[in-house]
């Protein structure tokens, strides 16, 4: 099921990580307008993908697994991007930082319970 349609948008999402993240070293508004929008497309095929793969009975170990795995990976690379570039600092780290701990905590403990078949 590689190449259903939701296993597809899924692995768009991943694959424009790399483009959101050049974008966003580029100077300028339009740069950072980019950047926005297609931070929000990828954001809006988590939403399709899921609701495809259900209506169209589609849904696959591969999605299961892809899904969760490109959102933290979308979120973590804008908030570590963000720290990074100065965009935000002092006491707003902290929310970022609490996010990102808490997206690899989540991870950690999902590969933990399906090790033992909880």
């Known amino acids: 099921m590689l190449y259903s349609l939701p296993n597809l948008l899924t692995i768009s999402r991943i694959l424009a990580i790399p483009l959101i993240v050049a974008l966003f070293w580029f100077k300028g508004d339009a740069a950072r307008w980019a950047t926005l929008a297609l931070f929000a497309l990828a954001g809006i095929t988590d939403y399709f993908d899921g609701m495809l793969a259900r209506s169209m009975g589609q849904i696959s170990n591969l999605g299961r697994f892809l899904d969760p795995v490109a959102d933290k990976l979308l979120v973590s690379a804008l908030l570590i991007m963000l720290v990074w570039s100065g965009d935000i600092s002092g006491l707003v780290i902290l929310p970022a930082l609490v996010i990102l701990c808490r997206e690899i905590l989540v991870s ?9 078949k909880v």
Do not use: P
């Open 108 to 116: 950690g403990l999902r590969e933990f319970l399906a090790s033992i």
